[in-house]
């Protein structure tokens, strides 16, 4: 299908789903019909399919196998898509396909909102291909899973560790001696996201979870080591203060300055780190242990299609080819094996980073008594003031405690 028609057809559709819902929707939303015969999904997401081709791609993989199928797309605001979904319980409405942030499966699972897939998953030829931290589960069972994973490693201005005597680190002691030398010989250490927002939880959980800490198990030594760590390459000027306001975005436009020996970066940069004006390269996060970022996909619990919506997820987000196919057009990490050992992916080098975190990744606990944007929120602002020097480890670790009692 050209991209005109794309266009023309996702305004129309966004525009009645949003008359339809009342909510916040962006208007991006949109409809594109591959046959007639009757039966259509809906898929909503806070992705752009006007703007994505996978979408297009993904659709022609389907009507191989199910010729005519229509598919509807609605586009929300990230922030506003939970809710979307949740305003569907009284209307008892919702997409054939949700694909959002996994973490908020428990509180979807949990309100009925997504449908539980353990069966039809169990029975799934390939499941066997997926890591367990990218099949999201509630209550035991199966809701959602992710085709693909987006997650931060450590790149490094080659130029710089040169100058300075270094080789990219493999552990969190490595990292400290390297960021030494560094800031020794005049450059900038370590440029990260420090903002007080769960964007940056993201980045500081990669580390607590590798020195053997997450949000049930607070009293590890190693959630104070961390904290102690980046706390003291703050004083110590390897983490830059004006870090405490930068997003991801931030830090990576910092480092792409060649100001910088490391950044904590993530797969979706590479497109850009290709312009970059100095050597570098990108090895995986020593001494951390990341949580697999990205989306997940689920069948919405109000399908009347829920077989096929099962089945689309199966032929398209879930497949090695699909896989492949995001990869290439978004520089999305596969989450299955097999995909992830392709020669298109193992002969790239700094793929390598993520490929080697993804195989023994880790997992934030399932929320048992809670929403757990209330612990990730808290992480994200204690984060932000331990760089800052506003919190010591025992004040960061305390204020986790009380965001999180009884919530795991």
């Known amino acids: 299908m050209k991209r005109r028609k794309l266009l023309r ?43 994505d081709p996978i ?46 942030d996994p973490a908020d499966t428990p509180v979807l699972a ?17 499941k066997g291909e997926f890591p367990e931290a990218v099949q999201w589960k509630h209550d035991g069972q199966i809701y959602a899973v992710q085709g693909y994973v987006n997650t931060t490693a450590l790149y490094y201005n080659k130029d710089i560790l040169s100058a300075a005597g270094v080789t990219p680190p493999t552990t969190i002691e490595e990292f400290d001696a390297a960021l030494g030398k560094v800031h020794a010989s005049g450059s900038g250490g370590f440029a990260l996201c420090g903002a007080p927002s769960t964007e940056c939880e993201t980045q500081a959980l ?46 990576w436009d910092s480092f792409s300055t060649g100001k910088y020996a490391f950044a904590q970066a993530g797969n979706w940069n590479l497109g850009s780190a290709e312009a970059l004006p100095f050597n570098w390269g990108v090895v995986a996060l020593p001494g951390a242990r990341v949580a697999p970022g990205g989306e997940g996909e689920a069948v919405g619990s109000f399908s009347k299609n829920s077989a096929l919506a099962f089945d689309y997820l199966k032929e398209t987000f879930w497949t090695e080819h699909g896989q492949l196919i995001d990869f290439k057009e978004r520089g999305t990490i596969p989450a299955r094996a097999d995909a992830a050992a392709s020669p298109e992916i193992t002969e790239n080098s700094n793929i390598a980073a993520w490929t080697s975190e993804i195989k023994d ?41 009380q965001a999180t009692e009884g919530l795991f």
């Open 110 to 126: 949990k309100a009925g909102l997504i449908k539980d897939i353990d069966a039809e998953w169990q029975d799934f030829e390939d």
């Open 206 to 251: 990669s580390w607590i979870l590798g020195q053997g800490g997450n949000y049930d198990n607070l009293d590890a030594p190693g959630v104070k080591k961390v904290f102690d760590t980046f706390s003291g390459w703050s004083n110590k000027g390897y983490v830059p203060k004006d870090a405490v306001t930068w997003t991801q975005a931030d830090a």
């Open 361 to 401: 990744a880790g997992t934030r606990p399932a929320a048992k008594g809670g929403d757990i944007t209330k612990a990730t929120t808290v992480l994200g602002t204690v984060w932000s003031s331990v760089l800052s020097g506003q919190l010591d480890s025992e004040g960061a670790i305390s204020q986790l405690k």
């Open 9 to 51: 057809t996702a305004v129309i559709v966004s525009l009645a789903a949003v008359a339809l819902s009342g909510c916040g929707a962006t208007g991006q939303g949109g409809g594109m019909d591959s046959g007639s015969n009757g039966e259509t999904l809906t898929i909503w997401s806070y992705q752009t399919p006007t703007f």
């Open 55 to 100: 979408w297009e791609e993904y659709e022609a993989m389907f009507s191989k196998s199910h010729p005519g199928v229509k598919f509807e797309y609605l586009t929300v605001d990230y922030n506003q898509l939970r809710n979307k979904v949740l305003t569907g319980a009284v209307s008892k409405d919702g997409p054939d396909v949700l694909v959002f």
